[in-house]
């Protein structure tokens, strides 16, 4: 874990040996459990180090350096579309006060997670097999977030009415984004206001590039309880 312990330390985390021997067994249970779940194309060990561990703790590091988590505090967060657990599991590792609920649709992934999470031996990590669409209309799951982490789920116009319904006024959407950010932006203004939200910033994470732009949305105003829609329609018919 030589390159993830670096990456660490660029962005000033400093890995205990814990939670080094934490991102070896799930580097471990990854390889395990490839090609079963559809759960990664990156296999290779320095490849997860960077593009899965290392930019999910690119992530936790920016919202350290925007207040919006200090290290120790506590925190309800969301991780949408968790797929292998990217974001949530490898910030979970290094955020243990993370209390987090990984939502995943499709069950053979939420499987893996439920998998991983008891061999982390993570505490406080909730696997939901559902679909925001339904997920967020439950009132356990309703505008009770802090935090909602989201990476390759959905277009921002799209992932605007599956996150924000879940996020508490005050709470935040994270969402790393790929090169088209700021057309995604664009196209997300209405969505976003629509569903009770607010663009705070938009920054290119640090790390070897391609970086992701770090999106980050604030909960300003309740999200109308239209919304989500039925599952599919919002990626069917992006709110505009
Ligand atoms: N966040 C992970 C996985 C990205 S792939 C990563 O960055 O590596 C997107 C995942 O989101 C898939 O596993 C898919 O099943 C899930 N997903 C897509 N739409 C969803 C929805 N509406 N509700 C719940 N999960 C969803």
Redesign the pocket.
Known sequence: MQFLVQTAQALGLALLDQEIDQFEEYYRQLIAAKGRA???SVTDYEGVQRR?FGESLAVVAALYRARLLTPDQECDAL??????????VPIKIVHPPLRLTL????GK?ASFLEHLVAHLGLADVTVVA??????AHDPAHREKYHLV??????PLAVLAE?ALPFLRIGGFLAA?KGSRAPQELDAAAHAIELCGGRILSAETLPGPAPSPTLVLVEKTQPTPAAY?RR??I??KRPLR
Request: without cysteine.
């Open positions: 559809g759960l990664t899965h991780d949408l579309g968790a797929g292998a657990g990217f974001p949530g939502v995943e649709a499709t992934k559902e679909r925001a669409e339904t997920l982490l989201a990476r390759a789920v959905a599956l790393p989500p599952p599919g919002p990626a």
